[in-house]
């Protein structure tokens, strides 16, 4: 950490900055600049806080070295993470596809959906049970039903299954009828429920919040891997932009620059970044194009009927000529898309 | 409900419109312009969503003419919400002015700050017990431990207290010792927990989120209000900016903006919004001015050894000098502040 | 245009604004909802503007039904604008890769990589003359001496070249010397500027400001159609964000989204966005994927000894890298990637 | 400046990295860390630029330790900055309201608002001859005419004039018929037309960039400043953000962010941030609370019928109400409002 006295600075500021550092077991590293002193603290940055120094007098500014998070970072595990899910491959150099409707309405709305989207092409299954909604007057999923119609359904096409939980009270109900777990871009910083998960042991995929910073996403993914549980995927969704022409931006920088520093796999959400059905597949195959270990894209048999988020489902032939453009695209940058058992 | 047709929308296209509004219980009202056909649904606009018209074919847009929201609405009630809080109303035409620590660290630290700020004319005491970090590896809070320390120096001092709830598990709890329930920023969009404290007859205060819109923020309170708990005080304490030379970007226009819509008295809490103690005073007094029924600042006796937001603290004596600005501000915008009693 | 009146609208003040709409040459109807009175304007939309009705006593809001750009149209223009630059066709179903230095800093290190990026495949030859820098004290660009050095090298290499324009008074010896002519992204509302460049016949590519909307970047375009000039090339290059990894966040739904409205062909500079060489690659290979009809990269022979910009220019050999991965690319979405003649 | 390496950079790289900090005449100063080695550059910064290191191979981050800009700072010159405009004086202790209409659209509505502004206290009058409109369909201003009128009924009502210019070829008119020049949000980085400016001794009206952080309006001050003239006033109107119930998001905490780092006047203009009537005052008292040294507000005797930005000007009365409350604000914070003569 570097610490940055304010140019009025006194002996004494300086001092007690040192005496904080060595408090801290730390070694301070004093260097007088022309304009500014600067003192560096060396040793396990991870014993200190930032604002334990800002709060000091005298103090300008504080400067980490260290990234905060450990367990994510490359640092700490320089090769890909792979997460099995079923017989899927998740991370390293594969392609996940993960298709499904927003909202499980019916047990045959989600097998029609189901079968449709194997036969195009994916690998997993999404499908919400438990929807988290803007307003309170709006559908909020079938609950335990539709964690049931989840199985049920997955087991039948024989793809794992992925949906959101948003309680920690319904946590049990879906890591048992579930292959993977979502907590949902507005969980992100739901910490009780981010630490209960890491007590798991079961693939979670993580959706960035629309105001995180990639740093916090991965402070975030970093309390589940904590706890013990290091089967995390990432996944992009969306920022709060200022274009509401699309309902998010789409923050595609995000792939390699997490892939940069962590060695999670990083997945992409088209629908639910754009909210525009025309917008899904350029992004799918932007997302893949990237270098993005997957995408996620809802599907729904007929998207004019939808109970939540019709205008950016696809139709399942949209879905289809999506696959058939995706396949080149992994190939081109070296990827595998993985295909169905 | 407004719905825009596609320049080249066919007559099978408005039809399909026109059946699905007559479907939902409304009446349709098509409009042929010289470019665009404009078909308007006539009656009560919360038995539709925007979403049921966007994704029909030859649909270009679709807007709502009237709020989401109900009961947080100006149009619902007109007057201004004023809620009792011990001996102190909120809301209205009062300024209540709610000071303490971020985290209670000890009895003694709290019981410090509380005197300190009742002294200088806070009414209500603000004390963090269960405290949602960003880092796994930082101080996380007292839990019950410093819900117990709030309740009985709350008494000592005279003043009733407020203290953020992060998981309903908690809840139980926090309802138990605390006057007033915060909840935080990030889990605004929680939507279980909302829902559990709509059930309660407790004040809440309940803060923005970062990239929460205000139609959004209305709605978060709008799940509480649902549920039967009428008594909702909003917090905004800053959104997400792209300058970081302060830690949020603090949206005062939102203050008038939300009192034209909503009844509800509207707080801002200006430590968090700029993480700069020297920023603090300046915008609560703005706060004040921009006609903010209540401001939250963070106090600390020793900022400079604070646990968790040392940098954004008050000391004691500033906070004092503080107070003094504040009373002719309030004045002059014909407010009343609130004395302890 | 739509103007949506307040609940308590009286009488009195629906009339005026039937008279004023009247007053503009357009037809009033009045449509009498539940709960809110709803007034369409019927006629040509572009006589109005909606700040004419919206300062009116009474009304809600008011709601434009058509896009308020028309030559940018693709109501206006229905087939994709082709642009012939030299040999080179820009727009519909081409993608032109655009590259060269950040800044020309001498006649050897333009040459060098002009000579370097053809053999790489690139099409157009980019170099800066005149540099806006966000600092007085940065180096400035040569100037006059850089566009010979463009004209001359761009000559010998065979490619046309662009060049940014940053005042009026160079406007004639850029259009002089290079072949297209590049607004920068800080002066997309230099309306002046747009005006004088709409009077030449010569084609032009606009950056997209980064905190512009896709309306306000349309609306810069049109400044310049409007004056005659139909060759207008738009490119975004990032927008604005809140996470700071990288400089600006790009917005890559804005390609198809733009393509959805627009007939102008749509141009990607990831160099710019990123900022750092090691996203520049990913982000143009998802540029392609998702549509765009160019991308405009940054190449350095020594990107270490850069006068500007050094970090987010790619060394020869990277471009050369990128290139081979962007072929199969724009074959998988139907594109046909320009060659050097 | 600090440069951080990569954990695996070489001993060659560091090397690399200290010879570079040679060759700018500055010392460099290695400290190996446990986890980086850290390499600080001692001397005048202003030598170097962070993008000399960025683009070296093994290197992490480069933290500059000064601000970029010197004269803009108050490390520079620690006093407030104060400028005689007429009677008036603009920045320190002072309060400066400046009101007048958008668009100066006819000498009688001109004259009309400048006799009642002044009779409500407002020391300066504002007033558009050349408009910068985001449409070329719309009124663009009186241009010449415009400029006449103003200096005229300035005259006429005693009140030094302020208006915008925008473009290098109309400086010279501007900087004859009115006081202070205008630089509008739109060219903060028209680097040219700063130089211009620079090279003039008249008062400046710097208006911040919707997109510009702290520190690069602060480098196009500098811009000005570097030329010569000393009279710059800074001037807050709104950043983008993403809630577009207001037109901008004003960003109040500017205002005592930048008097912490900068000895130059700041004002505040809640017309163009809000972009609605209602919310113009309520956001003027908090800018005055702020702490902002002046405050510009647009005012139109008959705003319904306004060419430009009716929604957002105030009525004579309302703004006279306004007056009323901000003198004692003014008061509050120990400031002066500034009397017409």
């Known amino acids: 950490m570097i610490i940055v006295m304010q140019a009025r600075a006194t002996e004494d500021q300086v001092r007690a900055v040192e005496r904080r550092i060595r408090d801290l077991g730390l070694r301070p590293h004093v260097s007088q600049g022309e304009f500014r002193t600067i003192i560096g603290a060396i040793g396990d940055e991870s014993l200190m806080r930032a604002e334990l120094f800002a709060a000091l007098d005298g103090v300008e500014s504080v400067m980490p070295i260290m990234k905060p998070y450990k367990l ?169 932009g200022f274009d509401h022409s699309t309902r998010y931006t789409l923050d595609l920088s995000a792939v390699p620059n997490i892939q940069g520093v962590s060695h999670l796999p990083v997945f992409v959400d088209p629908s639910h970044a754009t909210g525009r059905r025309e917008l899904v597949a350029p992004m799918a195959l932007a997302a893949v194009a990237a270098g993005a270990q997957g995408v996620m894209v809802e599907v729904h048999p007929h998207p004019e009927k939808a109970l939540s988020d019709g205008p950016q489902q696809l139709a399942p032939d949209a879905f289809a000529v999506m696959m058939k453009e995706l396949a080149p695209i992994a190939g081109a940058v070296g990827r595998q898309l993985q295909k169905p058992k």
């Open 72 to 240: 994510a970072s490359r640092d700490f595990h320089a090769e890909d993470t792979v997460i099995d899910v079923g017989a899927c491959k998740v991370g390293g150099g594969t392609i996940t596809v993960v298709a499904g409707p927003c909202s499980i309405e019916s047990r045959e709305q989600f097998r029609e959906t189901a079968l449709a989207v194997r036969r195009a092409g994916a690998v997993m299954l999404r499908g919400g049970a438990y929807k988290p909604r803007t307003s309170p007057y709006s559908f909020q999923g079938l609950g335990e039903d539709g964690l049931r119609i989840l199985q049920d359904v997955g087991r039948e096409a024989g793809l794992p299954t992925i949906t959101e939980v948003m309680d920690v009270r319904e946590l049990e109900a879906v890591a048992r009828y579930a292959d993977v777990i979502q907590v949902g871009a507005r969980n992100m910083q739901n910490f009780r429920l981010l630490t209960e998960i890491g007590h798991l042991e079961k693939p979670v995929l993580l959706k960035r919040n629309p105001s995180a910073t990639i740093e916090e996403f991965l402070m975030s993914a970093e309390y589940i891997l904590a706890e013990g549980n290091r089967q995390v995927i990432l996944c992009e969704r969306g920022i709060r």
